[in-house]
């Protein structure tokens, strides 16, 4: 722990506080999913989301050979670790459940599916529908005549409570399929690999590109607003390091091209624009209706490919035309109709059901997350108005728990007329809790603690971060490693480019990315695509070939090695660098 922020560690739930029994299990840092330290409340996206991995994987799919995850978090970093099912015995009695239970879900996938997004979009509209928060100097007169019985007061705790377990419930929605996606995905993996024991795990993973996902279509309306600016005539106003403000009260003086325009913004926002900026996990990562900076940075560039003649389109067909060859070519090399009927049965399969492990995330950590912290956030500004912290976004530094306590405060003192606690009791230690995520964020972070494992083969570990003991060895040993002029990872897609290395730690550099440059980052993430544009390629230092920033890469063409584990740590902001997509190598050239 880092001296000096002891209090502010001991703010998290004690459940996931690490004691003197986990020194002997193995746990790995998830920079994938959280890159930068977690304020207390931020927490709660780990909180909910293991919550009910767990349940899928450990109760209602039961998945054979695994439980939950356990996670734990230090200096604001969150490690998980795995529960693995070795016996035998078990592993046949939970696969006789799985294939109950799963095997229904893939024979019925498009019916369910198509139910579970509308399960979503009714509590997305749950979300949307929450009252306003307020507290009137005296209860409205028509609640006394109507006899409602129930002060405004208790709408505080009503809407909290509301708010927190529809987030929790969001996340059981977004594991209902998610792992059935990667499971489908790993039994066509593991039969290509037992078959064809050469063959690449990038090649598998170009078997099943070419998808058709929600999580793409933000990036897609940017397009499109980019023709309609050069088709109304009104291109000229985006220029690089205009601002949206700007660009749009410039648009209101150019007549009905300009407001034609506008209205066809209007028509994307709603609801593609309710995507954030990360990845789900951070109230910062503000959705780009919140902010319109990221989309509108990637309109200047798409405007000159318009007026250029250019494609502005993914290129869907291509990687399909590849893949339906990659697969009739491994397929010719099998030996028997029984091999190739059950090649044809997986990647059918596959194919029908991984577009939803890219398109939920539209749905659940970008649309209802938004709404989520931005509903936390008006909280924040409630108890901020009545002097309990300085600023709304202090209400991120109470974990779930203080901030229903601090509301509860609030209540009372409505109720009673005497002033609250809290604008006594939160202000230093918002400051305090502000400056050890501060000073965590200065500190590097283990990859691992605890006994390696000789051999790390659970494939879910391997495909979607990145982690191997071969990784692993190299990643602790990289201090040593510096006079080493190259950085190895996985093969995420193919492609070799050199070019300038744009060296970014957070979603609040990504401005700075310039055209040719090569994005080095710890994960990149879908709704970064529109400055995807710029970039000749990606290094990243977490992800593994199925991980989002490998698929992402792939979907737009780029070439990408992925799971370096120290890429922005050893590279520097501007080296001239070459990726080798293909190899999984990258070369340090000056």
């Not at 306003?132 to 209860?139: A, G, R, S, Y």
């Not at 809407?159 to 529809?166: A, D, I, N």
């Not at 009673?416 to 809790?433: K, L």
């Not at 090695?561 to 740590?569: L, R």
Request: net charge negative.
């Amino acid at each position: 722990m880092v001296a000096g922020t002891e209090r502010a560690q001991a703010a998290y739930p004690y459940y996931m506080q690490f004691t003197a029994a986990d020194d002997q299990r193995f746990w790995f840092y998830n920079s994938m999913h959280f890159p930068e330290p977690m304020s207390a409340f931020d927490m709660v996206t780990a909180e909910a989301a293991y919550c009910a991995l767990g349940s899928s994987t450990t109760r209602v799919h039961c998945i054979p050979t695994t439980l939950g995850i356990d996670y734990r978090i230090i200096n604001g970093r969150v490690y998980i670790g795995g529960n693995a099912v070795t016996d035998p015995r078990e592993i046949a009695r939970r696969t006789g459940e799985f294939q109950q239970r799963a095997f229904y879900y893939y024979g019925n996938w498009e019916r369910l599916y198509a139910q579970w997004r509308e399960k979503m979009l009714a509590l997305i509209r749950d979300a949307q529908a929450l009252p306003k928060l307020e507290l009137p100097e005296f209860e409205p007169l028509s609640n006394v005549h109507s006899g409602r019985g129930i002060a405004t007061n208790h709408a505080l705790l009503d809407t909290y409570q509301r708010t927190l377990e529809g987030y929790f419930r969001m996340w059981h929605h977004h594991f209902e399929f998610l792992l059935l996606g990667y499971g489908a995905y790993m039994t066509f993996f593991a039969f290509c690999k037992k078959a064809f024991p050469e063959i690449s795990d990038q090649t598998i993973a170009r078997m099943v590109a070419g998808i058709e996902a929600e999580i793409f279509r933000p990036d897609q309306e940017v397009r499109r607003l980019a023709r309609r600016a050069v088709e109304l005539g009104v291109d000229d106003e985006f220029r690089e390091g205009r601002t949206p403000q700007a660009i749009m009260a410039a648009l209101e003086t150019r007549g009905a091209a300009g407001r034609g325009w506008l209205d066809e913004l209007a028509t994307s926002r709603d609801p593609w624009f309710n995507i954030n900026v990360g990845d789900g996990f951070y109230h910062y990562h503000r959705s780009w209706n919140d902010d319109l900076s990221m989309p509108f940075a990637g309109l200047p560039g798409y405007i000159a490919a318009v007026r250029a003649g250019e494609s502005l389109e993914r290129p869907i067909e291509k990687l399909q035309a590849e893949r339906r060859q990659l697969i009739q070519d491994y397929r010719e090399l099998l030996g028997s109709e029984q091999e190739r009927q059950a090649y044809d049965q997986m990647i059918g399969l596959a194919h029908r059901v991984f577009p939803y492990v890219e398109g939920h995330k539209f749905y659940c950590e970008h649309w209802y997350t938004n709404l989520f912290f931005n509903k936390i956030r008006e909280f924040g500004a409630l108890l901020a108005a009545h002097g309990f912290f300085a600023r709304e976004d202090d209400v991120f530094q109470l974990t779930h728990y203080e901030l229903k306590a601090a509301i509860i405060d609030l209540m009372t003192a409505w109720s009673n007329g005497s002033p609250p606690r809290g604008p006594e009791h939160w202000p230093q230690i918002v400051a305090e809790r502000r400056a050890a995520i501060a000073e965590w964020a200065k500190h590097s972070t283990p990859p691992a603690l605890g006994p390696v494992p000789d051999v790390i083969d659970d494939p879910a570990i391997v495909m979607l971060w990145g982690i191997t003991r071969e990784s692993l060895d190299r990643w602790l040993r990289a201090s040593s490693d510096v006079a080493s002029r190259e950085l190895r990872g996985f093969a995420a897609s193919s492609g070799v480019v050199e070019g300038p290395a744009c060296v970014v730690k957070s979603v609040e550099e990504i401005g700075r990315v310039r055209k040719g440059d090569i994005l080095v980052c710890q994960i990149t993430n879908p709704t970064w695509a529109p400055i995807f544009q710029k970039i000749a390629g990606a290094v990243s230092d977490i992800g593994g070939s199925m991980s989002h920033a490998a698929i992402v890469a792939r979907e737009f063409g780029l070439p990408a090695v992925v799971g370096t584990g120290t890429a922005t740590s050893r590279i520097k902001d501007g080296q001239l660098i070459r990726v080798d997509g293909g190899r999984g190598v990258v070369t340090l050239l000056s």
